[in-house]
T-cell receptor
Framework: NAGVTQTPKFQVLKTGQSMTLQCAQD?????MSWYRQDPGMGLRLIHY???????DQGEVPNGYNVSRSTTEDFPLRLLSAAPSQTSVYFC??????????????FGPGTRLTVL | DQQVKQNSPSLSVQEGRISILNCDYT??????FLWYKKYPAEGPTFLIS?????DKNEDGRFTVFLNKSAKHLSLHIVPSQPGDSAVYFC??????????FGSGTKLNVKP
């Protein structure tokens, strides 16, 4: 199993550009989520999904879109990049056990810089 | 406002001694707590968890204690090893399954 994979590892954008961060998992996990990590802030939840076709907002959803058309993939779209979105982005997945989430498996992260 | 707080950004401990990492939370609805370990340029990896129906959970050298009345949890590592040097995050979730993370504590275990 590859676990949770993220592409790209690094990305530099100009303000106003759009892009999609890719996330895939091969563990057949129902629950997937996106976090951003900023210095002194820990990880903050952007969006999450409990299954294909179902997504919901986390703590910091503004400026980001997600969709979940398959169990395996959960892409994160930046609509119009802003310098405040400079961060490290982590995707995570977990199985749902009895309707609750188990421990999460994280991808290696995408380091995004917006100029 | 952060619902999960780790007030110590860093901790330095001698090899073989105990490391105690602390975490406080404000939301009384949280019923599941986790600790993650993170090395530079890698994603966090799960370490240990505890449900709110327990006050202690052990896994080898790692023990998590939960004090619900104080809304406080701690991670004890005994004995500490240089390979334990990393950033440790605590996280909490409630029924609706959103996870809230603390800002992390950087542990340095000196040989």
């Amino acid at each position: 199993n590859a676990g949770v994979t993220q592409t790209p590892k690094f990305q530099v954008l100009k303000t106003g550009q759009s892009m999609t961060l890719q996330c895939a998992q091969d563990m057949n996990h129902e629950y997937m989520s996106w976090y951003r990590q900023d210095p002194g802030m820990g990880l903050r939840l952007i969006h999450y999904s409990v299954g294909a076709g179902i997504t919901d907002q986390g703590e910091v959803p503004n400026g980001y879109n997600v969709s979940r058309s398959t169990t395996e993939d959960f892409p994160l779209r930046l609509l119009s990049a802003a310098p405040s979105q400079t961060s490290v982005y982590f995707c995570a997945s977990t199985r749902l056990a009895g309707g609750r989430t188990d421990t999460q498996y994280f991808g290696p992260g995408t380091r995004l810089t917006v100029l | 406002d952060q619902q999960v707080k780790q007030n110590s950004p860093s901790l330095s401990v001698q090899e073989g001694r105990i490391s105690i990492l602390n975490c406080d939370y404000t939301n009384s609805m949280f019923d599941y707590f986790l600790w993650y370990k993170k090395y530079p340029a890698e994603g966090p990896t799960f370490l240990i968890s505890i449900s709110s129906i327990k006050d202690k959970n052990e896994d080898g050298r790692f023990t998590v204690f939960l004090n619900k009345s104080a809304k406080h949890l701690s991670l004890h590592i005994v004995p500490s090893q240089p390979g334990d040097s990393a950033v440790y995050f605590c996280a909490a979730s409630a029924y609706f399954n959103k996870f809230y993370f603390g800002s992390g504590t950087k542990l340095n275990v000196k040989p």
